[in-house]
């Protein structure tokens, strides 16, 4: 069973295209992410959502814009992709508070290759 | 925001070497948690760790949160654990992980 799950896995596209990425998780988690890293394999926060709400949107251009339809799904639109979008881009869920227990659980990544 | 400092930035051991990795952060945290990413790329979580000590198996880690720093001990290390690792904290309220620049390791037969 997988826990968290990304489509695609790879996608390669050219510049000014829009894309997106779909983010599953079966883990019964209240909150998921969407985390960035980039060739030098820093990875950093995109975006969070609670119970479908954004709770954290960190300073990302307005190309992107994640979705959350319901808990387990969290989406993310990338409008007029640019080169330096290149990156593997990694969901992520936790439990909801208050389980003593934080633990993020990562999907397998998607590589972005923007061209 | 958060600072997240680990050392040492590389590592190459001989196989069956132990190896202890640091982490220090610039403010207090209170969701500490460490990450293997394997040469495929997964990053598996290894320990939810805010403070005290825990093991599993071979690894285990350590935090010291009025010192706001963790370690992570591997001993008898093997070649599938080459990667890199990766500490990350954060609080309660944002929920979101703050990553250190990881320690690239590399065990070698």
């Known amino acids: 069973d997988t826990a968290v799950s990304q489509t695609p896995k790879y996608l390669v596209t050219q510049m000014g295209n829009d894309k997106s990425i779909k983010c599953e998780q079966n883990?019964?988690?209240?909150?998921m992410y969407w985390y960035k890293q980039d060739s030098k394999k820093f990875l950093k926060i995109m975006f969070s959502y609670n119970n479908k709400e954004l709770i954290i949107n960190e300073t990302v251009p307005n190309r992107f814009s994640p979705k959350s339809p319901d808990k387990a799904h969290l989406n993310l639109h990338i409008n007029s992709l640019e080169l330096g979008d290149s990156a593997v881009y990694f969901c992520?869920?936790?439990?909801?508070?208050?389980?003593?227990?934080?633990?993020?659980?990562f999907g397998p990544g998607t590589r972005l290759l923007v061209l | 925001g958060i600072q997240v400092e680990q050392s040492p930035p590389d590592l190459i051991l001989q196989e069956g070497a132990n190896s202890t990795l640091r982490c220090n952060f610039s403010d207090s945290v209170n969701n500490l948690q460490w990450f293997h990413q394997n040469p495929w790329g997964q990053l598996i979580n290894l320990f939810y760790i805010p403070s005290g000590t825990k093991q599993n198996g071979r690894l285990s880690a350590t935090t010291v949160a009025t010192e706001r720093y963790s370690l992570l001990y591997i001993s008898s290390s093997q070649t599938t654990d080459s990667g890199v690792y990766f500490c990350?904290?954060?609080?309660?309220?944002?929920?979101?992980?703050?990553f250190g620049s990881g320690t690239r390791l590399q065990v070698q037969p």
């Open positions: 883990l019964g988690h209240d909150t």
């Open positions: 990350a904290g954060g609080n309660t309220g944002r929920r979101a992980l703050t």
């Open positions: 992520a869920s936790s439990p909801p508070l208050g389980t003593h227990r934080e633990t993020q659980y």
